[in-house]
């Protein structure tokens, strides 16, 4: 366990202005988002979408890490260059995801527990050798009636705990999900109790199993309503909700939090983070790490074609440019019409 290689790279992960892209996707997510722009999901699909995201020129400015999945870890840029070797070239840290996906949980309908822990200490020491910095493991925890149960959120808690020492151990700084999905129609009250009874149990789990707060980086939802829920929280009520619950649960300890998007709009995630990160006196940096958001407008443009390449990666550079600013409290929705 490298302290001093954990420090920097927790720190460089959430370097002032720049956040972390989701680009972990597994096979079969990627291709349920390939399917909505009418493109091919297969390997050399993969590299290509992602290569265009990577390459994208000056998007370093705002990322500090993108996270790979398995496969993506190990393919080449156009020009032949390992994506990990060409992102750390930029100033971008290779993360990658090592959970093995999120299960049915026995004896709890409807409640899912995330594997990946057998085998996990020998996949960590070969990505390092890769070059990952970091890694993510998400938890999926669903409000529904009498849901999150105790020993779901007990369970994931201790996989994350489980997780986040092994990486640890390797000198890879673990950034730990667990994940409260606004699929449903609660409420944003309920939306804060799950993520507070969430976020409690997962340090709860890192105490226990001796995970240091210094070397970690949480990734968390938002408090935000049920997308099907009939009042819709303004963007200063999920800004206030989120923060109170991170202030109730979160050990100033921590060298940061990043958000996940989760299925919001890409202006709503934006301002979001905004709204949070404008607050004064918080005790950790605050930034986005974005799948869906930072990626839908680069997808709906490129379209699997070659000649919309560059559109694509404008309408990346933007969103990364966007959430660069809302992660110091700097963005403003007018910026979003000038780029219209
Ligand atoms: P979204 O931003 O699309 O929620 O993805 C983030 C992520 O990494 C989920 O694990």
Redesign the pocket.
């Known amino acids: 366990m490298d302290k001093a290689l954990l420090s920097k790279t927790a720190a460089a992960m959430v370097a002032r202005g720049k956040g972390v892209l989701?680009a972990?996707e597994s096979s079969a997510t990627c291709e349920k988002r390939f399917k909505t722009v009418n493109v091919e999901c297969n390997e050399e699909t993969r590299r290509t979408y992602r290569g265009l995201l990577f390459t994208t020129p000056g998007a370093e400015q705002y990322l500090s890490g993108v996270?790979l999945f398995d496969e993506t870890l190990r393919q080449k840029s156009s020009d032949g260059v390992l994506f990990p070797d060409y992102l750390a070239g930029k100033g971008i840290l290779p993360g990658i995801k090592v959970d093995k996906g999120a299960m049915d949980l026995a004896l709890c309908p409807g409640e899912k527990v995330t594997e990946g822990l057998d085998g996990l200490r020998g996949r960590l020491a070969d990505y390092f050798k890769l070059g990952a910095r970091f890694a993510?493991w998400?938890a999926v925890i669903t409000i529904g009636e009498g849901i999150p149960s105790h020993a779901c959120l007990y369970a994931n808690a201790h996989a994350l705990a489980r997780y986040a020492a092994l990486c640890q151990e390797a000198s890879i700084v673990p950034m730990i999900?667990p994940?409260v999905l606004l699929d449903g129609s609660h409420t944003v009250e309920r939306a804060e109790e799950a993520t507070e009874a969430a976020l409690r149990a997962t340090y709860a789990a890192m105490a226990a199993h001796n995970v240091s707060l210094e070397h970690l980086i949480l990734?968390t939802s938002m408090v935000v309503s049920g997308k099907d829920c009939s009042r819709q929280a303004t963007v200063d009520e999920v800004a206030e909700r989120t923060i109170r619950v991170l202030k109730r649960t979160v050990p100033a300890a921590q060298p940061g939090i990043v958000f996940?998007?989760?299925?919001q709009t890409d202006v709503a995630a934006t301002a979001h983070l905004n709204a949070m990160a404008a607050m004064k006196g918080l005790p950790w940096p605050l930034t986005f790490?974005?799948?869906?958001?930072l990626q839908n407008p680069a997808l709906k443009a490129w379209r699997g074609e070659a000649k919309n390449a560059a559109a694509a990666q404008k309408a990346f550079h933007h969103r990364a440019h966007m959430n660069g600013l809302a992660a110091q409290g700097k963005w403003k929705p007018e910026l979003e019409k000038q780029a219209a």
Do not use: T
């Open positions: 989701a972990d996270i993510k998400r999900e994940e990734k996940l998007s989760g299925g790490s974005y799948s869906r958001a």
